[in-house]
């Protein structure tokens, strides 16, 4: 049985220029080092109040590089749970503000790395142990808005879920095709204003609406069937809009109560291809987060309402159906599985999901397939630490072939 001997923390840097934290792990029996594993902690410009903290970079370092070597060395690499626990109880506050949840997280994710590596499989593999797995769906950003833009859009993520696709290989070849086809139409019009920071186009429209409206002509533009090839997902991020009571569309001057942000939601699922919407309500509204879920027929899923925490999930009373599962968000992988096990509980779906700070670690390609949650959305089709995951699931579907289950994308979205 291999252990930890070693925990060394660095300083590196995510897509955004700023620093991060990497830890690396090694394990062997006795003094001989066998495998090393290494993780980067990601971190997010849209952030729910109730994600762990994560402390600044150099004094994240320090606590790896210290208490947290200390802490760990000597444990089983193969006891993920021991380890999470001995980090837990190391930090022993509600929200990791005592080592940082970016320090907690890239330990964490660097010994499962480092047992995998120790046992000659990949990660998937470990977690799957013997059960069969498919693909998850891709959720692939199109135009960044929100926090991801500066505020062009008030809308955070216009995505595109390949409902259609029997593979991951062929959600992601229709997505490039619709990627390069609203580029196209956006240059056209003279809407072009760069990329986000998750890279997706950033625009210039004259309402949120208007995004939609240019989704629906990339997807026919691509020489798919919107609705039935591809469809549309949205990232509200509504916590972010909400100001002085009410929610706050800055593009067209507006100013929504929630029964009118709910009407808004519901006309746009009538008009348009829409199979899911993130965070249509502020993370405090549950109420209004209740009503839209019974009255959209569509996913619904909780981000900054749910912030990874298992607690949460058990308490959510039939607000939203989906639980975005973000590691850095609780602070390590066995309260990650936590949340995921308790959406399985309450007969919610899941979707693994990258920040909009990110690094070349592919880790979260891993956990939706090694747990067997069906969607992931990592962001565009541009930029490297975008496409360093899409390209590892391309690798785990070619070396999974006909042992894989079905590509789930037709069941998930199958129309009623």
């Not at 390949?162 to 619709?178: D, H, N, Y």
């Not at 309402?207 to 949205?234: H, T």
Request: charged share 25%; aromatic share 6%.
């Amino acid at each position: 049985m291999a252990r930890i001997l070693d925990v060394k923390g660095r300083r590196v840097w995510d897509s955004r220029g700023r620093p991060t934290v990497e830890a690396e792990v090694i394990v062997g029996r006795g003094t001989t080092a066998l495998a090393a594993g290494r993780a980067i902690a990601p971190a997010g410009a849209s952030t729910g109040s109730g994600e762990a903290k994560a402390l600044e970079v150099a004094a994240a370092v320090k606590n790896v590089n210290t208490v947290i070597r200390d802490a760990l060395r000597a444990l089983s690499a193969s006891d993920q749970p021991a380890i999470d626990r001995r980090l837990v109880e190391l930090d022993g506050t509600p929200d990791k503000s005592r080592l940082g949840a970016n320090a907690t997280v890239a330990v964490s994710l660097a010994c499962a790395h480092a047992d995998a590596a120790s046992r000659k499989i990949p990660l998937w593999k470990k977690l799957a142990e013997e059960r069969r797995v498919a693909l998850p769906v891709p959720q692939i950003q199109i135009f960044g808005g929100g926090a991801h833009a500066r505020g062009s859009v008030d809308l955070q993520d216009y995505m595109v879920i390949c409902i259609g696709a029997g593979s991951f290989a062929e959600a992601l070849e229709w997505t490039a095709q619709i990627y390069a086809a609203a580029g196209a139409r956006l240059r056209r019009k003279g809407k072009f204003c760069g990329v986000a920071d998750e890279g997706g186009y950033w625009p210039s429209f004259k309402a949120n609406e208007e995004g939609l409206v240019e989704l629906v002509g990339a997807i026919a533009d691509a020489g798919l069937e919107p609705g039935v090839d591809a469809a549309i997902a949205l990232d509200i991020a509504a916590s972010q809009l909400w100001r002085g009571g009410r929610y706050q569309l800055a593009l067209e001057d507006r100013s929504l109560t929630a029964e009118q942000m709910h009407a808004m939601l519901l006309r746009w699922i009538e008009r348009y291809p829409i199979v899911s919407i993130e965070d249509p309500f502020a993370e405090h509204d549950a109420a209004a987060m209740r009503a839209f879920t019974q009255a959209a027929g569509i996913q619904v899923v909780g981000d900054d309402f749910f912030v990874t925490r298992a607690d949460s999930v058990r308490n959510a009373a039939g607000a939203c159906n989906t639980v975005l599962l973000k590691p850095n968000q609780v602070g390590t992988l066995s309260e990650t599985l936590a949340c995921w096990d308790a959406a399985r509980e309450a007969g919610y779906r899941a979707i693994v999901s990258a920040r909009s700070g990110e690094s070349e670690d592919v880790s979260i390609v891993h956990l939706a397939v090694g747990w067997g949650v069906a969607q992931l959305k990592v962001g565009s089709f541009a930029r490297s630490e975008r496409m360093a995951k899409w390209n590892e699931g391309l690798r785990i579907e070619e070396t999974l072939g006909a042992k894989a289950l079905p590509f789930p994308a037709r069941r998930l979205f199958k129309k009623t």
